[in-house]
């Protein structure tokens, strides 16, 4: 009876010993792999945004939001992991501002499309980088698409100035004016 118990005991206990071996190789193998997610999302992460028309630059001056922002994107989080899930989630919050803040020349319904755009793009980046199994060729794939999102942002804000440097010709706000479908229909109701 002592001596199968003794044998248990020893099964138990080579178990036990297989199943820690087993844990920790598992371990390693997961610690590599976050490693590896770690330098590819590190190379990728790259946010090239161009300098802007200096009268546009002028323009935008006001617009708060719109700086710390790009602060904010400029900013390369350099540690862990975990580092670029905070980045990501920071940068979802700053797109969210942008909004806020436009300033009235370009508050037009392109330049709000394009802010909604570059705001979708980091909020899926935001949700790829805060999965389990992280798809890090897909966050920087996300990477690339908001630079050229931005790019674009950036491209509609200088025609909006270089168009309203383009002098008006005498009576064209009237033109303008006249070709307004919405003004021929009458106010006041037909009654009959």
Known sequence: MKLRWVFFCSVLWMS?????STLLIE???EAKKKEAIFNTINRGWEFDIAPMDPQTMARIGTWNEWRN???EINQKPKSTLSAFQKKATVLVAKSNELL???PQEF???QVRARIMVINTKLKSMDLYIHLNQIPDDKVVQLVGEVNTEIEYLQLQLEEIVQRSLIPREEGEPDFQKMKDTTRAIPNTPINH
Do not use: A, S
């Not at 036990?16 to 820690?20: E, K």
């Open 16 to 20: 036990c010993q297989n199943d820690n």
């Open 69 to 71: 922002f790009l602060r």
């Open 27 to 29: 371990q390693q193998k």
């Open 107 to 109: 508050n037009k319904p």
């Open 100 to 102: 806020l803040g436009v």
